[in-house]
């Protein structure tokens, strides 16, 4: 059911309502009931995969504290001396290790089978057109289910947190399940942590009339953001990238990716305002995914602002293990001896930063594409790591202050355009229409006239909703340097009461009158397509 | 003076509650275009402050509004109070509505329901039923909304300023203006508008009229018993019930259409059938005034304003013979003899051509056409065709004489020409009653 719809709006309140009838130790199974049927309303099939890497994620894990506790009580039992016990631990880890391995195999394997399989199918094919063979191997005719992506990666950061013994594992199945398959981000995320999630996930919070406040102003918030200014944004945005720039001038493939900028970030902090607000309703807090990302001065920051906690699953699951790994200090201690101690000490981290970014790429999409991405962040992020002692030298050599305004805005804006051209590959159908549209940058860059031009990009919105869309635009804005600079709390708290519902009424009444084209006034969120 | 902690929030919930009614009444004020509902209502207000109540409301679509004029039926009647209470496209879901705020408000004796093919067929338009809500109070009105409107409907039922939000647009935004001063300088009585003025409690008179012979051919299909909805015929049944609760006397009647709209429907019988059928096995009375004897001396093509809805003028002649009807249905009368039995003896009896129509193909050699000609008409008659020239003047220049052909296999018809296409029964012009159509190229 879509995020903002009608269903999804009796759904929310029968959920809320019946949580807090409910004595509070009982609250969560209402969050479990809830959690089945708004995922059920995608599909009833799709719960399979769901109850699937439930099953074995939570087997898993209990098989993995067992050894766990085993190891343990084997090695402080008296008598063995130092070199038994080490050689019990590295047996209870090899142990650890095989189940770990075959866990995420049936669980992360088969959501990579059915994400990654056709890609796959695809190159082979290709290569065996190349050779000139006439066979062709036959694609899989599943799709991925709706938050695969999201809650396989969850129960997989779980599996690992119970690997290393960060905390014990989760005895009640129901409630396991509740964690991984919970409504509020099973979808688009954000990606949970157990030890994190689960203390307000099963505490059943009392009712705050606060918090309900506070919860619905972000859930109006969201909604705001997704069908006033991401929706209307985004039919400029498909207009000119969904045909590849096709047709269209340099200037207006540059305003395009500018516009996507906004919209993506409209679109999924809108989703994560919903989805945050309604669980701050219930006394469920949520981690957060955004902190005013488009303030970023770097493309390293820009992704510990973006997604955060995809970015945070990723360093903690991919880069450290890997960074850490035997194969990466082999290659650092190689390139220490050849190349010294900077050269030592960076290679390792590259060296995890090309598996994170890859798998970052591919987690997006199975596609080329998606990889190139993956692959152009890395490389601006390897380049600026290796540069920045340089930077810096350039910088003074040319008296610009390193903490200065001038610096600082010229730094985000770069970084923007920069996320914007590497998005080009991510949104546009192909990697030679990414292409294409960077060579119109060159070729044929004239700018278009604001009235047939730009205006002609929104096809099917009326003006008003297009100038609504900008004014939502300056408010988002405002509102994130109000935040960055730490004055937005200072200014909510000092607006008098009746301007504040002025401005409830008119967040509202904008999204009445100025909402996108639906009648129920929804276009689907673009995360859950990752 | 301290302020507890809760008498803060409530006071907080209120004032948020009157920002939020205050801003929903000043939007759909100021987006909300001029409606007959308004003047529909002033006139129901004054009506039930004179503590009357109607002895008969009419309910139905917009051939009811526009056909039956409530003085007229008072007078033929003897009745003090007579309410029409059709709106544009009403669903019989919206038919049952609004009968029932009409016999709970004004307790009539009898109630007439206008029923078409569409009612049963026709997939129930948002914006009808909400011209309908308009109309209703109290519970009714959350009913109505329960039930009426689907999910992504209900927010246009729940909101005015959503429903009217495209109105947010500086050229409607003008013309709202300029009507609302429009009816301040008239005092609040209703005024003329794109040839319609709200006349009379429900019946709006409209001055729109057709040439005789110029309906244009409309095609509408077949009528066909795949095509009806169970739910439609639910809310049949709701008004029947309705109406047998109340202690209402109920009636079911057809406007009249054009003779085009008539014979160019096929199996139009089958819809008449169903409503007698219906009729007989509820026991209750149903006319097709289409069926009218004399209706072609009655109701020419000129009392209608188009196609399929009666003008000012032909509202007027029909309310005073449907009053007749009615008078002698309610006194136990046989009123068979007002009507032909069926199409059949309809057609029979039509001894003119009712509508021409051309088709135009255009031939490989530039400028030249190929025209197929057809024409509605009675079952006696044989159509013969002309095509003239219509010149800067008006006149006619004949570029092809009367026929009986259907189909001509070339003419030339250069850029910026009016063609006019006859049909009559004699083949010459020595007739009155030609059927004809104009072609601009």
Redesign the interface.
Known sequence: MPLV???FAIFAILTVLVYFLMPGKYRWTVLLAASVIFYASYGVKYLVYLAWTVGVSFLGAGRIESINAETKRKSSEGGPGADDKRAVRAAGTARKRRLLAFIMLMSMGLWAMLKYGNFLIGNINALLSLAGLGWQAPGIPLAVPLGMSFYVFTAAGYLTDIYRGKYAAERNIAKYALFVGFFGHIVEGPFSRYDRLSPTLFAGGRFD?DRLLEGLRRMLWGVFKKTVIADPVGIAVSTVIGSGGEGFSGAAVLFAAVLYGVQIYADFSGYMDIVCGLCRVMGVQLEENFRRPYFSGSVEEFWKRWHITLGAWFRDYLFYPVSMGKTAQRLGRSMRSRFGAEAGKLVPGYFALIFVWTATGLWHGAAWRYLIWGWLNLAVIVCSMHLSGSYDKWRAALHISGGSRLWRLFAVVRTYLLICAFRAFSISPSVHAALSMFGRLFTSFTAPSLEGGIMSLFTGL?P?NVIAALAGTLALLTVDILEENGKWESVKASCP??LR??A??AL??SV???AGQS???TGSFIYAHF | MRISKLSK?IL?AV??AA??AA??IG?SRALEPLSFAEWFAKDLRAIEKEGQDAELVIVGGSRTFRSFVPQVLEDGLGFGCVINGGSALQSLSGSYYQLKELIARFHPRYAVLAVTWNGLTYGIGTQSNLIVLDRLSGLNRLEFIKNGFT?????SAL?K??RF??N??PEALSRIRAERKTLSENNGEPFLSDGDIYYDTGFVYSYGSIPQGNVPVTHHGIYDWTQIHGDRVEYLDKIVALCREKGVELMLVSAPSTMMQICNIDSYQLAVDYYEEYAAENGLIYHNLNFLKGREELLPDTMFMDYNHLNGEGAHVLSGIYSEILAKDMAGGDTKEYFYSDLSELKESLERIVAVDAEFIPLEEQGRYEVRLSSLHGDGVTPYYALYVKNADGSLEGICGWTREENIPSVSISVGTSIVVRAGTRGDDSEDNIAWQEYKF
Do not use: G, K, T
């Open positions: 719809s009608f269903s009339y009326e008003r009461m009746p519902h002025v409830m009424a509202i009444f009445v009158l100025f009648p129920d006034l | 929030r907080s004032l948020f920002v939020l801003s929903e939007l999910n992504e409907d209900r927010l909101l300023s959503y939000r495209d947010l647009d």
